[in-house]
């Protein structure tokens, strides 16, 4: 029997995100979730323990609800990771124990396979990757010596028989300082054996490992006016000279309009006309400016932040092309991005349709969105 200790009792405070990175998601799942799920789907694995800090106990409850084929179980941590694996491994009901850390999401079954054969042979299985870079021994001034080739940056998960292991950490004082458990188990048992390991299977200590691997997300916009006299032509905020303007029951700047719905759809949320409806005189001759700040309000609750916006004006007349300057420029201010996040064209419609006959104008948005992680707060 086959136990998987994943370790998440810390507080990820180095990564400097206003709360427990583990909660953090990365392509839908937090990072715990991604950790977990290998685990999960490989057939050797017959529990899971989790460590975690009671801080973030319910939390946790809640991810772990994600694992569906494999007995799961939490495992309060102690002061430490080492106190916490041994926690764990006090609960471990298996012969066989492979330990991986929650703050490496990419781990692939083929590295949990390759450590559990590996223990089946030499009675342990690190994964390890080649140092590329010269490794130095420090007092944080000074370089006393410099090493390579014979220095591997070691990874999880680790695997051993649950026997040695246990005899290993038995041996673990409180002056004893160690950052894994092939350390534990080098020092008191034998040398652990090495695993060939992934160079993708990174673990994320630090706000910018985050930032390689932003959550994205899409959202598209449309929008179209008729065109009548009597009224100033608005778009992206500017006006613009003509002697007709767009009709509507704010300011009918189509372009704004179109960027509000697909700020909107990017964040799964409703349609313009539900927040912002036709029929509430608060917004009658409105300028559209604050719709799309009241949208960019909803999306930093969701934390949410405008990555770029591509927008499209179709119109016969008047010329757009000479306004596309401040046109760009007060999208991008609205937005709060550089101009150069902001792509914008204008066409004609060959005199087909609505615009085509100039009877209106009308306005496609696009935007993207990024998971704001200096925004991040604990749920």
Same mark, same amino acid.
């Given at each position: 029997?086959?136990?998987?200790?994943?370790?998440?009792?810390?507080?990820?405070?180095?990564?400097?995100?206003?709360?427990?990175?583990?909660?953090?998601?990365?392509?839908?799942?937090?990072?715990?979730?991604?950790?977990?799920?290998?685990?999960?789907?490989?057939?050797?694995?017959?529990?899971?323990?989790?460590?975690?800090?009671?801080?973030?106990?319910?939390?946790?409850?809640?991810?772990?609800?994600?694992?569906?084929?494999?007995?799961?179980?939490?495992?309060?941590?102690?002061?430490?990771?080492?106190?916490?694996?041994?926690?764990?491994?006090?609960?471990?009901?298996?012969?066989?124990?492979?330990?991986?850390?929650?703050?490496?999401?990419?781990?692939?079954?083929?590295?949990?396979?390759?450590?559990?054969?590996?223990?089946?042979?030499?009675?342990?299985?690190?994964?390890?990757?080649?140092?590329?870079?010269?490794?130095?021994?420090?007092?944080?001034?000074?370089?006393?010596?410099?090493?390579?080739?014979?220095?591997?940056?070691?990874?999880?998960?680790?695997?051993?028989?649950?026997?040695?292991?246990?005899?290993?950490?038995?041996?673990?004082?409180?002056?004893?300082?160690?950052?894994?458990?092939?350390?534990?188990?080098?020092?008191?048992?034998?040398?652990?054996?090495?695993?060939?390991?992934?160079?993708?299977?990174?673990?994320?200590?630090?706000?910018?490992?985050?930032?390689?691997?932003?959550?994205?997300?899409?959202?598209?916009?449309?929008?179209?006016?008729?065109?009548?006299?009597?009224?100033?032509?608005?778009?992206?905020?500017?006006?613009?000279?003509?002697?007709?303007?767009?009709?509507?029951?704010?300011?009918?700047?189509?372009?704004?309009?179109?960027?509000?719905?697909? #700020?909107?759809? /990017?964040?799964?949320?409703?349609? !313009?006309?539900?927040?912002?409806?036709?029929?509430? &005189? *608060?917004? $009658?001759?409105?300028?559209?400016?604050?719709?799309?700040?009241?949208?960019?309000?909803?999306?930093?609750?969701?934390?949410?932040?405008?990555?770029?916006?591509?927008?499209?004006?179709?119109?016969?007349?008047?010329?757009?092309?000479?306004?596309?300057?401040?046109?760009?420029?007060?999208?991008?201010?609205?937005?709060?991005?550089?101009?150069?996040?902001?792509?914008?064209?204008?066409?004609?419609?060959?005199? #087909?349709?609505? /615009?085509?006959?100039?009877?209106? !104008?009308?306005?496609?948005?696009?935007?993207?969105? &990024? *998971?704001? $992680?200096?925004?991040?707060?604990?749920?």
């Amino acid at each position: 029997m086959t136990t998987a200790i994943i370790t998440a009792a810390g507080k990820g405070s180095r990564a400097k995100l206003g709360g427990n990175k583990l909660l953090e998601k990365i392509g839908g799942k937090t990072v715990l979730e991604l950790a977990l799920l290998p685990f999960d789907y490989n057939e050797r694995i017959d529990e899971i323990l989790v460590t975690a800090n009671e801080e973030y106990y319910s939390e946790f409850s809640d991810i772990i609800k994600c694992v569906t084929n494999t007995p799961i179980r939490l495992v309060v941590g102690g002061e430490t990771r080492t106190f916490s694996v041994l926690n764990a491994l006090n609960e471990c009901r298996g012969d066989v124990v492979i330990i991986h850390d929650g703050a490496r999401p990419f781990v692939t079954e083929e590295l949990i396979d390759a450590c559990l054969d590996s223990v089946m042979t030499y009675g342990s299985g690190v994964a390890c990757v080649p140092s590329v870079d010269t490794v130095g021994v420090t007092d944080g001034d000074y370089i006393y010596s410099t090493h390579r080739n014979d220095c591997c940056g070691i990874q999880t998960p680790q695997a051993f028989l649950l026997s040695e292991i246990l005899e290993a950490y038995s041996h673990v004082s409180e002056s004893d300082v160690f950052t894994d458990d092939a350390g534990v188990y080098s020092k008191y048992i034998k040398p652990a054996r090495v695993v060939e390991g992934d160079k993708r299977n990174v673990k994320l200590t630090f706000k910018e490992d985050f930032e390689k691997y932003p959550d994205l997300y899409c959202g598209t916009g449309f929008d179209i006016h008729p065109l009548v006299a009597g009224r100033k032509l608005m778009l992206g905020g500017v006006e613009i000279p003509f002697e007709k303007g767009l009709d509507g029951h704010s300011d009918a700047d189509a372009l704004l309009h179109a960027l509000t719905d697909a #700020l909107l759809s /990017a964040a799964a949320l409703k349609d !313009i006309g539900t927040y912002f409806p036709d029929t509430d &005189e *608060k917004y $009658r001759n409105a300028d559209s400016r604050l719709f799309v700040k009241e949208a960019l309000g909803m999306l930093a609750e969701k934390r949410l932040k405008v990555k770029n916006a591509s927008l499209v004006v179709m119109a016969e007349k008047p010329k757009l092309s000479p306004h596309a300057p401040a046109i760009i420029s007060s999208v991008a201010k609205l937005l709060s991005v550089p101009e150069s996040a902001v792509g914008f064209s204008c066409t004609t419609m060959e005199g #087909l349709g609505i /615009a085509g006959r100039e009877e209106g !104008i009308a306005a496609q948005a696009y935007v993207l969105l &990024e *998971k704001d $992680r200096a925004l991040f707060r604990r749920p």
